[in-house]
């Protein structure tokens, strides 16, 4: 059981939009910085978003994050086939002292 | 271009300690947290534990416990022993860093080590 909540699965069409969401608690999203990671089958997480909304460099501008009160959301814009992956959310928790991550979700790009 | 290269046993038994060893290359291992994150075969993430080059530590309320996490500046690396290990440990085995920028955004990861749990 993880502490943040994913959706298991989301699936669009190539070029379409598609949002993943993370719900927590005031302990970790509401009171902490979010970061989301993508998994490509077989390889380790790469961070795609860092503080809420912030891209480390290389990563492209169709992916964005947003974050409101316990919640936050991961947007992918003109989906391609190569987006096929994991995303998990991660975060600080105050009340835990520790990380923790959603349980994942998988995108299939129809 | 910072690097990370996680190494161990690939097996060990029951009710034995898991010890891995990640070393960090590109950079200084001064002044950043250095994480350990485990992930069983076809399952989610699960954070272990972090530690400062200083030292200072913070493990997963659910291991702390077994977990005992140590670096080694001259080497620049970092370690970690979990003890009384069981089938439940089994999983790949990650180190990473935090973003100097962040609290919890890891930039850098290791590839990873998949460490079975068995006699």
């Known amino acids: 059981q993880s502490v943040l909540t994913q959706p298991p699965s989301v699936s669009a069409a190539p070029g379409q939009k598609v949002t993943i969401s993370c719900s927590g608690t005031y302990s970790n999203i509401g009171n902490n910085y979010v970061s989301w990671y993508q998994q490509l089958p077989g390889t380790a997480p790469t961070l795609l978003i860092y503080d809420n909304n912030q891209r480390p460099s290389g990563i492209p501008d169709r992916f964005s994050g947003s974050k409101s009160g316990t919640s936050a959301t991961l947007a992918i814009t003109g989906l391609q086939t190569g987006d096929e992956a994991d995303y998990y959310c991660g975060a600080w928790d105050s009340s835990l002292s520790g990380g923790v991550f959603g349980g994942g979700t998988k995108l299939t790009v129809l | 271009q910072v690097q990370l290269q996680e190494s161990g046993p690939g097996q060990v038994k029951p009710s034995k300690t898991l010890s891995l060893t990640c070393t960090v290359s590109?950079?200084?291992?001064?002044?950043?947290?250095w994480n350990w994150i485990r992930q069983p075969v076809g399952k989610g993430l699960e954070w272990i534990g972090r530690?400062?080059?200083?030292?200072?530590?913070n493990y997963n309320p659910s291991l702390r416990s077994r977990v005992t996490m140590s670096v080694d500046t001259s080497k620049n690396q970092f370690s970690l022993n979990l003890n009384s290990v069981t089938a439940a440990d089994t999983a790949v085995y990650y180190c990473?860093?935090?973003?100097?920028?962040?609290?919890?955004?890891?930039?850098?990861w290791g590839r990873g080590t998949l460490v079975t749990v068995s006699s």
């Open positions: 990473a860093r935090v973003s100097p920028v962040t609290l919890f955004g890891l930039d850098y």
């Open positions: 530690i400062y080059a200083g030292g200072s530590t």
């Open positions: 590109g950079d200084s291992i001064s002044g950043f947290s």
